[in-house]
């Protein structure tokens, strides 16, 4: 049983950064697959990014519209996860996920078992 809590969320001007956290429980944080997913209100959840476990060499995936702007990063003393956001946009609004699971470049919501309660993105124009 994994446990995740987001944090880092809020409210920030278009072209600004914010640095999402998800804290996980567990001691074995490495050999899990971690996710970001986001949903926007009267839309699916979609995938962000993803991060491999450990075992298979942190290996990191995104979706096309947040390439060279979102940076999804690991700390394993920590079982932490990160997303770096840069150069935000107002489409980057939504509620972002945090997600674990075991499956290797998973993308669908349903490739994880354990999620976060979510935390809150807004971006201005």
């Known amino acids: 049983q994994v446990q995740l809590v987001e944090s880092g969320g809020g409210l920030v001007q278009a072209g600004g950064s914010l640095r999402l956290s998800c804290a996980a429980s567990?001691?074995?944080?490495?050999?899990?697959?971690m996710g970001w997913f986001r949903q926007a209100p009267g839309k699916e959840r979609e995938f962000v990014a993803a991060i491999s476990s450990t075992w298979n060499g942190d290996l990191t995936d995104y979706t096309n519209s947040v390439k060279g702007r979102f940076t999804i990063s690991r700390d394993n003393a920590k079982t932490t996860v990160y997303l770096q956001m840069n150069s935000l946009k107002p489409e980057d609004t939504a509620v972002y996920y945090c997600a674990a699971g075991h499956l290797v470049a998973a993308r669908r919501p349903n490739e994880y078992a354990y999620w976060g309660q979510g935390t809150q993105v807004t971006v201005s124009s």
């Open positions: 567990g001691r074995t944080f490495s050999s899990y697959a």
